[in-house]
């Protein structure tokens, strides 16, 4: 059984990908998978586990292991053709901002967002390499 702490870090993923997807800073970067929807849902939905994946097994979970791409590869056009162009610091602030918004749409306690907002500081250097 899929416990309900993973559900809920889903269920913040997915509102985020939304502000994403709609955030003209960050759009040009997604337009590989911005291009498949809305009729083609697998890399939404594989992008949303993996991410949920990745923010899971961060938090500590025992029971989901992250198998995506290192975040210095994911983020490198040469190493992910889905990755349009380098991340620059103001798509990251963006970035982060919008996975704030997404998790303040669910309600998430201010402590908990804060240890995942610097989760996503701590991963700055490695995403942006430009
Ligand atoms: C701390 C912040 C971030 C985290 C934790 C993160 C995490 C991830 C993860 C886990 C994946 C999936 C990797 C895989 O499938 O193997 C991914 C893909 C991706 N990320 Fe990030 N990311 C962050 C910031 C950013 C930023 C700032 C940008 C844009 C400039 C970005 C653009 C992308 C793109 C374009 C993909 C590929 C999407 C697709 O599959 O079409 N990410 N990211």
Known sequence: MIEQGYLSIRSVVDSSLMVVAA?????????VLLAELPGNTTGFTELSKNVTDFFAFNAGSANHIYEGMSMHDTHNPTDNPRMTGLATNAQMDAFIADVV????QN???DAIIAQFGALMESLRTTIVQG
Do not use: I
Not at 23 to 31: C, G, N, Q
Not at 101 to 104: L, N, P, R, S, V
């Open 101 to 104: 918004t997404g998790a303040q």
């Open 23 to 31: 955030d003209p800073v960050l759009m040009p970067s997604f337009a």
């Open 107 to 109: 309600a998430v306690p």
